[in-house]
């Protein structure tokens, strides 16, 4: 047994080194290839410089030229006017000369005042004997010095540095995450920045299991950039960037997580009223689905006497939210969230559709009533539409309502503020307040939902928007809000 496990050993051992050959081998072919094709990327490198320089000295050899022509033109037409002067100058000396042979006074004089006229309008005196150019051509010369210091300094393109990311630059909110990042020196040949991201539920450091895969932003230009519209169903998100030139991308940054907690749940289906069709999310009027389900719910619950349904066992994370309670029955058309608010401050969103007659938002204790309707009881507060024959808009609590005149929102944002006692709902469009509740709360919180006739959608996964931090803030500071229905 002993030399079986050794003969086992060494057949593993040989097929290692086996596969290593082979690896190397499959290297050392493509150190060729790349090398190759990196020689090939040189001389087209040198082949696109060699064809600049000589499209340039195309260009300045035929500047020069122009230069020679407009000058060789210029002195060309003065030579030509020079000409011209100098044979009329010698006509002139040539009649002067026999003007002196003339013997009778009258016509000496005559012929004196006539060759006087013509040499005072000679062109001959009137010529500038400096030429009209000069004959350098030093203006046109280059000087290639600088040039030639920076094609001998020409290297290979260096690998960039890992940038770092600013942690106090970055910001979380709204959903979305904004990171900033900086070189550890400058360097003018970085053509871009990839970004990559993944969630995860651990802080720290990312780890090598149990994570999800790295998403990826590529060609980021600046040194900040924004993710938007991200559901943080997830506790915290790793993130690190990478430098790249065009030749080659740097190391990445050492990774940072920023924590994006919010408040995430669904709605659970097991206890919500039987006129209620449920999913995940979202929760539909079902006028058929009591009298269907009644049918057979004898039969049902003969079959399942001695056994407990899986989605409410006690082992489950969110069972103790429900807490084994019956379905809603009677006129309680509600469902409740399966996760249950106990600290902290949280937000979710809700749209109801455009038919939908009636329906409540709100919040409430553990274990309420199956006849009990959200707003009617002292643990249980909320806001209720009611767009039967006429719309009604008010906010409720221990069976008290106080009308809210104000338009009814496409979507409402529902605030919660465990530790300060406060449940704030908005305007999720344009963040408006529309009513705050205040009360001291002893127990932890479900969200709630009451439906008639139609159906709403719940978004969760959200954190606070900034303008609700904001108005909180102005809200706390006035001393709370005056459209508030105290405990």
Known sequence: ETLQRIVSTLVNKNDEIHNFIDMLNHTISNVQVNSSNAISELDEEFDGLYSV????????????????????????????QCSRALESSEELLELAVQSLDIKNPVELL??????????????????????????????????????????????????PKAPEIDVAACLVADNCITISWRMPEEDSRIDHFVLEYRKTNFDGLPRLKGEQRWELVDYIKTTQYTLSGLKFDTKYMN??????????????????????????????????????????????????????????????????????????????????????????????????????????????????????KSYSVGVTYRNPGKFDQ???????????????????????????????????????????????????????????????????????????????CGGLTVSTGLQVPSAVKTLQKSENGLGGSTNSLNN
Not at 62 to 78: C, F, M, P, S
């Open 53 to 80: 320089l000589h499209e340039m000295k195309g260009s300045m050899a035929n500047t020069i030229q122009q230069e020679e022509a407009r000058k060789i033109q210029a002195l060309q037409d003065q030579l030509s």
């Open 374 to 452: 959200l707003g009617k009881t002292n643990s249980s507060w909320c806001i209720h539409i009611n767009n039967w024959l006429q719309t009604t808009f008010s906010a409720k609590h221990n069976n008290k309502a106080k009308t809210l005149d104000i338009p009814v929102p496409d979507r409402i944002g529902v605030y919660c503020d465990f530790d300060g006692g406060q449940l704030s709902f908005y305007n999720a469009s344009s963040k408006a307040l529309l009513h705050t509740f205040r009360a001291k709360f002893t127990q932890p919180l479900l969200p709630g939902f009451m439906i008639w």
């Open 110 to 159: 005559e012929a004196s005042r006539q060759i006087k006229d013509s040499v005072t309008v000679a062109s001959a005196f009137r010529l500038s004997l400096k030429p009209k150019v000069s004959d350098s051509m030093t203006h046109m010369m280059v000087d290639f010095t600088l040039e030639k210091r920076m094609l001998q300094a020409v290297k290979f393109l260096p690998v």
């Open 239 to 356: 993130l690190r960037v990478q430098a790249c030139n065009k030749a080659v991308a740097g190391e990445y940054s050492d990774p940072v997580t920023l924590e994006t907690k919010a408040f995430l749940f669904s709605l659970d289906s097991t206890s919500s009223h039987l006129n209620l069709k449920v999913e995940d999310t979202y929760v539909e009027w079902d006028p058929t689905g009591g009298k269907g389900q009644e049918k057979i719910k004898g039969k049902e619950n003969k079959n399942r006497s001695n056994t407990a349904s899986p989605k409410r066992s006690t082992n489950s994370p969110r069972a103790s939210a429900r807490g084994g309670r019956d379905r809603f029955a009677g006129e309680s058309y509600t469902v409740l969230g399966d996760t249950a608010v106990e600290s902290g401050q949280h937000y979710w969103e809700v749209r109801a559709q455009k038919d939908c």
